[in-house]
């Protein structure tokens, strides 16, 4: 079945541009996504991307997708402590689920 | 407003004692899920449903019931709860299982504590 795989940490200053990576097993994913946990809360979509695509940009937020090496990454620019948080990636399963890493802890330092 | 609304938001009980986490959603979506997250393991799905009176096993469906008699509400009922479902659950929604876009939605969990 689609395993998904992410490191568990990281930990940037303000205003640095974050990179939180993530790889896949399961190419037949029409769709990736990354949510985002605020500490005491559920799990909100932060952005998506389609399969065909290379990359996409949403204000701070850049995805990029290697079809071939089933890697995926969010990149966050200017990073602030606001960002804090648990990133989790997913990509669907067979049975129309999501499959979820594990999650990285996002910590921003003053 | 769109929203998943779980109820309770934190319970601690006792072993053995039955209890139910319901779970709403108002956005007419057809599946639910249920997860459960635990620190180092991420989170874990323990059932789903498709649509009213159809649901499935997921990766950790021990000790845990769910039912689907309405659209709207899929309840967790555990039967004789044991100290390791002690856990952060959320229960989640999306238009339809298996599509392109398959958003989900979360509630704001339930933090369970079983003595």
């Known amino acids: 079945g689609e395993d998904v795989e992410q490191s568990l940490f990281l930990s940037v200053r303000e205003g640095d541009s974050s990179v939180i990576n993530c790889t896949y097993t399961?190419?037949?994913?029409?769709?990736l996504y990354w949510y985002k946990q605020e500490p005491g809360a559920g799990l909100q979509l932060l952005t998506y991307i389609f399969s065909n695509m290379d990359m996409k940009q949403d204000q701070r937020l850049t995805v990029l997708l290697n079809k071939k090496d089933k890697h995926l990454s969010l990149r966050i620019a200017d990073t602030q402590t606001g960002d804090s948080a648990i990133y989790f990636c997913a990509g669907g399963g067979s049975q129309g689920n999501l499959i979820f890493g594990k999650g990285t802890k996002l910590s921003v330092k003053p | 407003e769109a929203q998943v609304t779980q109820n309770p938001r934190y319970l601690i009980t006792v072993t053995g004692k039955k209890l139910t986490v319901t779970c709403s959603q108002n956005m007419n979506h057809e599946y639910m899920s249920w997860y459960r997250q635990d620190p180092g393991l991420g989170l874990r799905q323990i059932y789903y449903?498709?649509?009213?009176?159809?649901?499935d096993k997921g990766d950790v469906p021990e000790g845990y019931k769910v039912s689907r008699k309405e659209k709207r509400n899929f309840p967790l009922i555990l039967e004789s709860p044991s100290p390791n479902q002690t856990s952060l659950y959320f229960c989640?929604?999306?238009?339809?299982?298996?599509?392109?876009?398959?958003?989900?939605?979360f509630g704001a969990g339930t933090r369970l504590s079983v003595l």
């Open positions: 399961d190419s037949s994913s029409t769709y």
């Open positions: 449903s498709m649509n009213v009176e159809v649901t």
């Open positions: 989640a929604s999306s238009l339809n299982g298996i599509g392109a876009k398959n958003i989900q939605y």
